[in-house]
């Protein structure tokens, strides 16, 4: 049984994901596919499941982000976790999935206008939340101190 | 020849912060652009320099019509942070609020459909009856918009005759099957403002990832409080309607359908509701480090709120709110193609649309 198939069987009996906060969190391993938020998105897809949203963390000091992707699939809260070094839009850059997943879209500017975080092979204008300004980073830490 | 319509940012119709361009050949609307963010008020920053008492205040202002909705994903988040589970009479309480919250804001919403099909008379109709329902949340919490109801662990307020209640469910569910529900679906006027009006295909709705009745009126049978049930939904029995046509008469259906469902669920809430406590009194409060993510089913559809604590901490690391309006309105380029000018207010509207919630 592969990993995806787990979740929509019984995802609590399988090593692959871990149940934290009320989501089921992949565990990704060196055997698995899905080592990309693209590659997520892809089997995501053929799965049949919705996506939710991208949240986002600053990780201390100059470690980069976390962008946490949930997807929901008959009622289970799904979780992939991916860290990205950088702290400009120049370095933090990450694979945008709007093409795979047309819900992403406004998640990803919202992203990109509040941490300053480079989805790469889309297009962000105008800004969704700041028209007219420069990208917002208005959650990074360093500009809210 | 093409031209271009600016509706907003100050929309004239729906009186609300945002800005559709449409593209236009004749009166056909061809294709649109939506811009949001014109109130935009960095809540999820102010969120990470409140403590844990006064970010569930902060949190109820996201939305002005679902404020129990948005206190009750947090509270739940925060529950799950700290270890607390809340009594069962509290449960009952949150399936009861959050129930008369969705008649409330359904029943506004019929109004201000009424009101952009030119149905003046039913506009205060709905609003007349959704004054009842505004009594009743005011009889239970003391307030008219922001309850001030949930707290981590349970509810600030008992229901102190859940029986006396149920008559007023019952009023409303008669007034909505004599009167709103006929005028809505065999009107012709309604029928024609609404039926092929404003379509979301089922393959276009499944690609924007689109939740609430604007899933459930394009195919789409998801409602988290049968797939995923929190409070004490898990004890209620009622049925998810759910629409193919994916038009703003289908749409129409869903939530008139939906009130139905409320008055059932509130029904069962109210006379099943168990004695005990309402909060965990005076307990300590411990939060782990982590983080913890809650769902919820509000009456526009899933609200999810991730909260990320470190232990020692009064004040949360992080809150990210994904609000349904956020994921639902992309969809609105889709609904107004092909559609004609006129029809792009009610189209837009029938989204039901919560800027407050979008630009929180």
Known sequence: MTVLENVTVNPAASEDWTLDGGVLWFKRGEHDQLRSEREVASAMNALGARFITITAYQLPGAEGFRLEYHWDIEGRLLGFAFNIAGSTPDTARIESIVDLCEAADWIEREVHEGFG???????????????????????????KK | MSYEIPMGPYHPALEEPYKLDMVCTGETVTDAKLHIGFNFRGIEHLAETRNYIQVIALMERVCGICSFIHTLTLCQAMEELTGVTPPPRAQYIRVAMGELERLHSHVLWAGIAAKLMGFKTMFMTCFALREKVMDVLQAISGNRVNYS????????RDV??????VEMVNDLEREM?????????TSSTARSRCAGIGVLTHEKAIACGVVGPVARSSGIAQ???????????GEMEFDVPVEQGGDVRAR???RALEIMESCRILRQA??????????IGDTKLNFRTGTATSRVEAPRGEVMYSVSWKEGSRNPSRVHVRTPTFVNMPSVRWMVQGARLADTPLIQASVDPCYSCTDR
């Open chain 2, 270 to 279: 109210l006379s099943g509701m168990p004695r005990g406590e309402i909060n």
């Open chain 1, 117 to 143: 975080i480079n989805f790469t092979g889309r297009e962000y204008e105008p800004l969704l939340l700041r028209e007219g300004d420069t990208p917002g980073m208005n959650l990074r830490e360093e500009v």
């Open chain 2, 160 to 165: 102190e005759n859940p029986l006396a209640l």
């Open chain 2, 149 to 156: 109801m949930n707290c981590i662990g349970g509810v600030n």
């Open chain 2, 177 to 185: 099957v004599r009167t709103i529900i006929p005028i809505f679906t």
């Open chain 2, 252 to 254: 129409l259906l869903v």
């Open chain 2, 223 to 233: 409602d988290l409080r049968r797939d995923a049930p929190y409070a004490a939904y």
